[in-house]
């Protein structure tokens, strides 16, 4: 059973800088992908970064710029720096982990932890 366990988050001013990390365990999967998603209070679920195992990286164009996704694979972890913060990016971050089998891919969930940008 894959669990993600997130770190990081909390309260910062706008300009200010924070770094979210995640760990997976239980992972078996040689293809996988981890990501950072986001959920503002009336708004769906959006994909913020996300990452391959062959460190294929994406970005949400309001990401783009200000925040950097990496990853260690040896230790399952993905780390998310946020810089610049806005108001607008207050919200849920969720840590993803993809895996792909047989065709298919699975998603998990990290609990999800508040960013909030308030001055």
């Known amino acids: 059973q894959v669990q993600l366990v997130e770190s990081g988050g909390g309260l910062v001013q706008p300009g200010g800088s924070l770094r979210r990390s995640c760990a997976a365990s239980g992972t078996a999967s040689l293809l996988d992908r981890m990501a950072w998603y986001r959920q503002a209070p009336g708004n769906q679920r959006e994909l913020v970064a996300r990452i391959f195992r062959g460190d294929d990286i994406s970005y949400a164009d309001f990401a783009k710029g200000r925040f950097t996704i990496s990853r260690e694979n040896a230790k399952n972890t993905v780390h998310l720096q946020m810089n610049g913060l806005k108001l607008e990016d207050t919200a849920v971050y969720y840590c993803?982990?993809?895996?792909?089998?047989?065709?298919?891919?699975?998603?998990?969930w990290g609990q999800g932890t508040q960013v909030t940008v308030s001055s």
């Open positions: 993803n982990y993809g895996a792909y089998y047989r065709g298919s891919w699975t998603d998990y």
